[in-house]
């Protein structure tokens, strides 16, 4: 990754004729970087990877790479490859078609195309797949395909709409570190989309939280998990508690920052211990206090410590405030 800003989204605007879309949307990436967008079904994610793709037009604003506007071209004109969460190969070519078919398209020799195919294979690690039909391989295999046949376009921002999505949790878990090697070793600008943030957290380098067709905060996944800008942001990145503190503010606070003592002496808060949950290294406990239901995370080695009924005190180490939604 350097300082260059390879993308620019302008202060655009994309509304659909009903009036959903998203608004006022700025967002720089800087080449060689892998910038998430993350939100919940609805918010906008793939409406404004399709700006960037060409596949929609947009209402207001601007979108450029490498300082030039790029909203008057159509998609294969665009320096941009975009892959989708599924049905991304063409089903009635081989991988080697499928693969070979962009680059035909561009105008690319034979034998240099062939040297492509093959580059593009080994990165994905699918080599010998060639001459292999999409329903002849697995949704990983088939998606490991897709991204290689636009990776060997060489665009300049590669999109990726929720690739792994349909694909089961050990797959999609190799899929992301393997993406990851592929886009730091080739210093690919790539934007990606998903609305699982356990994915977000380990890809990033940023991280763009979105609700309801807007940005809520931009930042580095431990920027955005240390200090949630908002109370969206909060109740949406990892796990957090919300307490009313009675004045329309509410205090926050995360499972793993808060300390449980027994008995009843010096906490700032009280309860009983509703649930005690094993979870590998740590504990889950939820709590029965004087402002509702409080999770907390505690080590496996104070397991026993604890008992369901029991009376316990909480101490917090760290807190955040926002306004009542
Ligand atoms: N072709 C369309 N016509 C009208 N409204 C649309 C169209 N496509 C999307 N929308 C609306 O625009 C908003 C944003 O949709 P978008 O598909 O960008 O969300 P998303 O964040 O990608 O969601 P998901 O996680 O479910 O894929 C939603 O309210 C959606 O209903
Ligand atoms: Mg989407």
Redesign the pocket.
């Known amino acids: 990754m350097d300082d260059t800003i390879k993308l620019s989204v302008i202060n655009m605007t994309k509304l ?3 009036g ?3 608004k006022n949307i700025d967002l720089d990436v800087h080449t060689g970087e892998l910038v998430t967008l993350l ?10 990877l399709r700006t960037i793709g060409g596949f929609i037009d947009l209402t207001d604003g601007d979108i450029t790479i490498d300082g030039k506007s790029i909203i008057t071209l159509p998609p294969e004109k665009r320096p941009t490859s975009m892959v989708f969460q599924s049905y991304n190969l063409w089903p009635h070519m081989t991988v080697h078609d499928n693969l070979e078919f962009g680059l035909k398209l561009r105008k690319i020799p034979k034998e240099t195309r062939e040297q492509k195919i093959s580059y593009g294979l080994n990165l994905v690690k699918m080599n010998g797949f060639e001459k292999k039909y999409p329903n002849q391989m697995s949704g990983g295999q088939q998606q490991r395909i897709a991204i290689a046949r636009s990776l060997i376009l060489e665009p300049e921002v590669l999109l990726l709409d ?1 690739p792994f999505s349909a694909l089961d949790a050990k797959i999609r878990m190799e899929m992301r570190e393997e993406l990851r090697k592929i886009q730091t070793d080739l210093n690919i600008t790539v934007i990606f ?1 998903t ?1 699982d943030q356990e994915e977000a957290m380990m890809l990033s380098d940023r991280i763009v939280v ?1 609700s309801k ?1 807007h940005i809520e905060q931009m930042g580095s996944p431990r920027e955005i998990y240390d200090h949630p800008a908002t109370r969206f942001v909060a109740g949406f990145i990892g796990e957090m508690n919300f307490l009313d503190d009675g004045s329309g503010k509410q205090v926050a606070v995360r499972p793993e920052h808060i300390s449980v003592t027994k008995g009843t002496d010096k906490g700032i808060l009280h309860g009983t211990v509703r649930t005690v949950m094993m979870l590998g290294h740590y504990l889950e406990m939820t709590l029965d206090t004087e402002k509702g239901l409080v999770k907390v995370y505690i080590n496996s080695d104070q397991a026993d410590q604890f008992q369901k009924g029991d009376q316990v005190a909480l101490n917090f180490d760290h807190t955040y405030s926002y306004n009542k939604e």
């Open positions: 659909y004729g009903n959903d879309g998203v939100g919940p079904s609805g918010c906008g994610k793939t409406t404004i929720e989309v609305h979105m067709g």
